[in-house]
């Protein structure tokens, strides 16, 4: 949200609500975005070399902190030190978004 507030970074944030997200460029139709999609897309950069992260060991904690269970079929994300790992699993949620124009000023 303060990033949002910033003339400066304010046309190259999207805020992500775990609500939903548009399907289309139109946004008529609409997805739920889930915790499952945005840790699976993040695992996804990690396993293709496609993100690099710092080398601080508190990083790493809060990723092996993560803890997952099969639930009815769905894959439910949970751990006690995941703020960090929650953090970094929406940063890289926006690469998967192609919707902004960004431009320098």
Known sequence: D??????QTRRKTVAI???ARPLTHEEKQKKKVIKE???NNL????????IQLLDDAE???S???VQFEIVNGRV????NYTHIADGLVRAAWGVKDKSLNIYLY
């Open 43 to 50: 695992l996804a950069l990690m396993e293709r070399n496609e």
């Open 59 to 61: 990083i790493f904690q």
């Open 37 to 39: 999609d945005i840790y």
């Open 17 to 19: 609500n775990n609500a």
């Open 63 to 65: 990723l092996k902190s």
């Open 76 to 79: 439910k994300y949970f751990g």
């Open 2 to 7: 303060q990033l949002l507030d910033t003339e």
